[in-house]
């Protein structure tokens, strides 16, 4: 028997009607917090559809409030005045009641990237992505309207690509007319002459024009995945490739590596609280700055799962930290020192296969491993050690005397 869900099991309450019993965990994107109480975040999982997951006491524990149904949704952002805007392709979300209700706005042709809100203004949205009409091009999106409709104007890359994708993005908090993109371009003849082009925007009009104020030290680095402005000086930059971090102190003008081999760079955010705090998402690790971005050093303790594309610091207290990997949601409150697994009420995992034997029901979830809980009276979860060595179990079957038979891989 192979059941396929995007919750974690379920049990029938109504028809049509299921309601999620564990285990908890799952994969968790974009935690952000909100701007009128520290302890409230939301986060997104999961894709076709997305589930908005929700904390009022600083995520130790967690509610599932709506699926969001519009594709793979990737880019969240919480506007000054508490409404939420989420995107994916060609749609985008927004919520003026905390993420109970969603409404859902069709923007043609667009696929976003990141959303950024304006930090002062909350019908000032900001994003990137690409678009396909005319070809792959990159492009900066901006809502007048709290994000119900978004228009884009192409970065102006210079170059032959087959496609161009932008991002990463960043607004600055002193001084919001200036925005800087980070993006790439990719250019493909044969399989021996394929190449990346990184590209860093900026804008010091609100988005009007751009100019390219791309690092020239870029002898590996393929593409700009985070870009970085400091919140009170913009003046000081930081932008992050596939393999290195740059640091510019005059507004992009020019650029210094301050750190190599330092991989990934999926999002970079200053701490609010404490501009000298900054932090870089590493996949499977964090880079994490003490001094406005001039060194950097990888901190992983307590750290499980990959796919860490997201970091928030906390807007009110330097300590507090959040990321979500496929393993669920991380918080530190040692400025990412140290981090604690904290996936009370969570149940986002995505259930790939699952069986009943002798009295037991046994079900892998996707990345976080096989379960199993009495199949009568109070569930109980155990996790379960097996063999695997290179993924999931894409179906369990019993045979009836005890003995499971599963299929491991995508089968």
Known sequence: MTILLTAALVTLTGFGSWTSIGPEGGDVDLPVVSP???????????????????????????????????????????????????????????????????????????????????????????????????????????????????????????GSYNFIYANAIDISHSSPNTILVGAYGYAYKDSSDATNTPFVFKTTDGGATFTE??????????????????????????????????????????????????????????????????????????????????????????????????IEPSWYNSSDVYIGSQHGFFRSNDCGENWTLSNTGLLVGEVLAMAESQGWIFMNVLDIGMYKTPSTGPIAWEVVSTPLACGDFCDICADGSGVLMALEGAG
Request: charged content about 15%; proline content about 4%.
């Open 36 to 158: 009128d109480d520290p302890l409230e975040l939301w986060a997104l999982s999961g894709s076709y559809p997305t589930n908005v997951v929700h904390s009022t006491d600083g995520g130790a524990t967690w509610e599932t409030l709506v699926l969001l149904n519009g594709g793979d949704t990737r880019a969240l952002t919480v506007c000054p005045n508490g409404d939420l805007v989420a995107a994916s392709s060609g749609k985008t979300f927004t919520s003026t009641d905390g993420g109970e209700s969603w409404a859902t706005h069709t923007v043609s042709g667009v696929y976003f990237k990141v959303l950024e809100a304006h930090p002062t203004n909350s019908d000032l949205v900001y994003g990137c992505g690409f678009i396909t009409s005319g070809g792959w091009k990159a492009v900066f999106l901006y809502s007048t309207d709290g994000g119900a409709s978004f228009t884009y104007d192409i970065l102006p890359t210079a």
């Open 213 to 310: 104020v791309t690092p020239t030290d870029l002898t590996t680095d393929k593409n700009f995945n985070g870009v970085a402005i400091h919140p009170t000086n913009p003046d000081i930059m930081l932008a992050g490739s596939d393999r290195s971090m740059y640091r510019s102190v005059n507004g992009g003008g020019s650029w210094t590596k301050v750190a190599t081999v330092q991989t990934d760079n999926w999002e970079i955010r200053f701490s609010e609280a404490d501009p000298n705090y900054v932090y870089a998402a590493g996949h499977s690790r964090i880079h994490r700055s003490t001094n406005a971005g001039q060194s950097w050093s990888t901190v992983t303790t307590g750290i499980t799962g990959t796919r860490i594309y997201w």
